[in-house]
């Protein structure tokens, strides 16, 4: 037999932190139990691609212009039908959909929460077995009462009550902060429990990987290409030359850079200077994990979780990490702004 840590399940893990909050009715307990199943639902389905008929594209493109893999609905199928069925959230904000998908009926109508979601991140990578995520983000409603709606979703990241991602790696887990630390929970996949295997993470004091798609190196802003000419020189006191590692799955590369103390940048270019990854499911809650993990997230100027989003699938450049490798990168930005 398998000797076995002293396990803390996600349910027991969060009933425990609900205690610290007198008032807490368990809204935001149940809201995290529907991700975690819904994210079980998905594992399920992504740990048989290749058995099931589940690889490739579904013919149809998604609000970005990107071509729908059929993952990509069923995911974001599963994510709907459980906030829905959960009934604590009003509405869900999801890269899958152009419009929020607001929650009309007697009990949701009463959820207290929205929730930006992308339900399947790096999914291009699905066909190569190679880890994918699902992102979310959680803010408390602006309105009263009724089906939620866009002014409820667009809340800069200061506002957010809890962010967190799930990564389909070489294990399932769950990570998230509801902003007293970030705590990580891997799926069991014996008996489909969240068990919680990385408490309070915190990025390394010793960092020394760069994570950016060097590919389109040409486009970069000067103070970018300064960067990683500065991470690829010799200095072995500051751990230089730094390692580049570079998955193109932003959960894959962010969880990665978190355990083992590294910067990811998705800058803007030339052509489109807000860059690729939007700002309410993607750059919001990878920037409150880094903050509430020791980090930074910035746009190359301003704090992430300061933009005021004008609309649901606005885009914004991505620098995160520990604060002394994306204060660097700031610093060259500032100093080689023009592109
Ligand atoms: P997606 O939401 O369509 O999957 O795109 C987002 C993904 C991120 O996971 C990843 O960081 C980025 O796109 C990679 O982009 P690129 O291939 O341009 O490097
Ligand atoms: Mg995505």
């Given at each position: 037999?398998?000797?076995?840590?002293?396990i803390?399940?996600?349910?027991?893990f969060?009933?425990?932190?609900?205690?610290?909050?007198?008032?807490?009715?368990?809204?935001?307990?149940?809201?995290?139990?529907?991700?975690?199943?819904?994210?079980?639902?998905?594992?399920?389905?992504?740990?048989?691609?290749?058995?099931?008929?589940?690889?490739?594209?579904?013919?149809?493109?998604?609000?970005?212009?990107?071509?729908?893999?059929?993952?990509?609905?069923?995911?974001?199928?599963?994510?709907?039908?459980?906030?829905?069925?959960?009934?604590?959230?009003?509405?869900?904000?999801?890269?899958?959909?152009?419009?929020?998908?607001?929650?009309?009926?007697?009990f949701?109508?009463?959820?207290?929460?929205?929730?930006?979601?992308?339900?399947?991140?790096?999914?291009?990578?699905?066909?190569?077995?190679?880890?994918?995520?699902?992102?979310?983000?959680?803010?408390?409603?602006?309105?009263?009462?009724g089906g939620g709606?866009?002014?409820?979703?667009?809340?800069?990241?200061?506002?957010?009550?809890?962010?967190?991602?799930?990564?389909?790696g070489?294990?399932?887990?769950?990570?998230?902060?509801?902003?007293?630390?970030?705590?990580?929970f891997?799926?069991?996949?014996?008996?489909?429990?969240?068990?919680?295997?990385?408490?309070?993470?915190?990025?390394?004091?010793?960092?020394?990987?760069?994570?950016?798609?060097?590919?389109?190196?040409?486009?970069?802003?000067?103070?970018?290409?300064?960067?990683?000419?500065?991470?690829?020189?010799?200095?072995?006191?500051?751990?230089?030359?730094?390692?580049?590692?570079?998955?193109?799955?932003?959960?894959?590369?962010?969880?990665?850079?978190?355990?083992?103390?590294?910067?990811?940048?998705?800058?803007?270019?030339?052509?489109?200077?807000?860059g690729?990854l939007?700002?309410?499911?993607?750059?919001?809650?990878?920037?409150?994990?880094?903050?509430?993990?020791?980090?930074?997230?910035?746009?190359?100027?301003?704090?992430?979780m300061?933009?005021?989003?004008?609309?649901?699938?606005?885009?914004?450049?991505?620098?995160v990490?520990?604060?002394?490798?994306?204060?660097?990168a700031?610093?060259?930005m500032?100093?080689?702004?023009?592109?």
């Open positions: 037999m398998r000797s076995r840590k002293n803390k399940t996600l349910t027991e969060i009933i425990e932190r609900q205690s610290e909050y007198p008032h807490a009715k368990g809204a935001l307990t149940r809201l995290l139990n529907d991700i975690a199943t819904a994210a079980k639902i998905v594992n399920r389905e992504i740990n048989s691609a290749g058995l099931v008929d589940i690889f490739g594209y579904v013919g149809k493109e998604n609000v970005q212009g990107e071509a729908q893999k059929k993952l990509d609905v069923y995911a974001n199928e599963q994510f709907i039908a459980a906030l829905q069925a959960g009934a604590e959230c009003c509405a869900i904000a999801s890269e899958e959909n152009e419009k929020v998908i607001s929650f009309k009926n007697e949701s109508e009463l959820g207290k929460y929205v929730i930006a979601i992308d339900p399947l991140d790096g999914s291009s990578n699905i066909e190569a077995n190679v880890s994918i995520g699902t992102i979310f983000s959680i803010y408390r409603r602006k309105s009263e009462i709606t866009l002014d409820d979703l667009l809340q800069p990241g200061v506002n957010l009550v809890a962010a967190g991602y799930v990564i389909y070489s294990s399932t887990m769950l990570v998230f902060t509801t902003g007293k630390g970030v705590n990580g891997t799926l069991d996949p014996t008996v489909g429990i969240f068990c919680l295997s990385h408490p309070d993470m915190k990025y390394p004091e010793v960092s020394n990987i760069y994570s950016i798609n060097e590919g389109n190196y040409i486009y970069f802003p000067e103070g970018v290409k300064k960067y990683i000419k500065f991470c690829q020189e010799d200095d072995p006191e500051t751990l230089r030359p730094y390692t580049s590692r570079y998955i193109g799955s932003l959960v894959a590369d962010f969880h990665r850079n978190l355990i083992k103390g590294g910067i990811f940048i998705y800058p803007g270019t030339k052509q489109h200077p807000t690729k939007r700002l309410l499911y993607e750059c919001n809650p990878v920037a409150f994990i880094a903050e509430q993990a020791g980090g930074k997230a910035t746009d190359g100027f301003n704090r992430i300061s933009i005021q989003p004008e609309s649901l699938h606005q885009r914004a450049p991505l620098f990490g520990p604060k002394k490798m994306v204060e660097k700031e610093e060259l500032r100093d080689f702004s023009a592109f």
